[in-house]
Structures are given as structure tokens and as C-alpha cells.
């Protein structure tokens, strides 16, 4: 986003540390990375276990998995989430 002027510094919107790349907000930083495990306690109150989510679990959605097309409805309405977060300079978090 600051490549093509959208933003005035290339800090991630959500720790101001690294810079934000594509994947970065997504998954590389520690809010959002701290989002995700809370995803998975969330899934896992659900009846719906987890273990892990890998970075391209979140990228791409997870395969062969219980409940396949709802876990993967729930990572895309969580990665716009994070997308929205984003753009209101807000922290992601679950209980939103």
C-alpha cells in the first residue's frame, strides 16, 4: 500500500514493526497471529479440532478436514476481518 501511495509508511497497520508485505498482516505478525489461536480455541468450543493452522491454511483454506466447508467459510470472513481491521487501524480480535 505505500508502493503505490495508500498509505504513508510501510509499518504493518497492526504492530508498526516489520513491513507490511501481502502476508504479513495476514500471518506473519503477532496480532494476527495471536488472532488465529484464538480462531482455533473458537473451532475447538465448536466441537471442531484443530491443532494447528499453517500459513497456508489461512492463504489458501485446509482440505480433507471435519467440517471442511464451514472451517473454510469461517478463515475467509476471518481474513476479511483482519482486512477490515486493517483499514479502521484497529486490533483484531475474537470476541468482535
Same mark, same amino acid.
Given at each position: 500500500?505505500f508502493?503505490?501511495?495508500l498509505?504513508?509508511t510501510?509499518? @504493518? *497497520?497492526?504492530c508498526? +514493526?516489520? +513491513? %507490511? ?5 495476514? #500471518? *506473519? @505478525?503477532?496480532?494476527?497471529? #495471536?488472532?488465529?489461536?484464538e480462531?482455533?480455541?473458537w ?7 484443530i491443532?494447528?493452522?499453517?500459513d497456508? +491454511?489461512?492463504m489458501?483454506?485446509i482440505?480433507r478436514c471435519h467440517? %471442511? ?11 476479511q476481518?483482519?482486512?477490515?481491521c486493517?483499514?479502521? *487501524?484497529s486490533l483484531?480480535?475474537?470476541r468482535?
Open positions: 500500500m508502493k503505490v501511495g498509505a504513508s510501510p509499518a @504493518c *497497520s497492526f508498526g +514493526d516489520m +513491513d %507490511e508485505s501481502l502476508k504479513h498482516p495476514i #500471518t *506473519s @505478525c503477532h496480532y494476527s497471529k #495471536t488472532f488465529w489461536a480462531v482455533i480455541k473451532f475447538h468450543k465448536q466441537g471442531i479440532k491443532a494447528h493452522l499453517s497456508k +491454511d489461512i489458501f483454506g482440505v467440517n %471442511e466447508l464451514f472451517v473454510n467459510h469461517v478463515l475467509l470472513v476471518a481474513k476481518y483482519l482486512y477490515y486493517r483499514q479502521k *487501524s483484531p480480535s475474537i468482535v
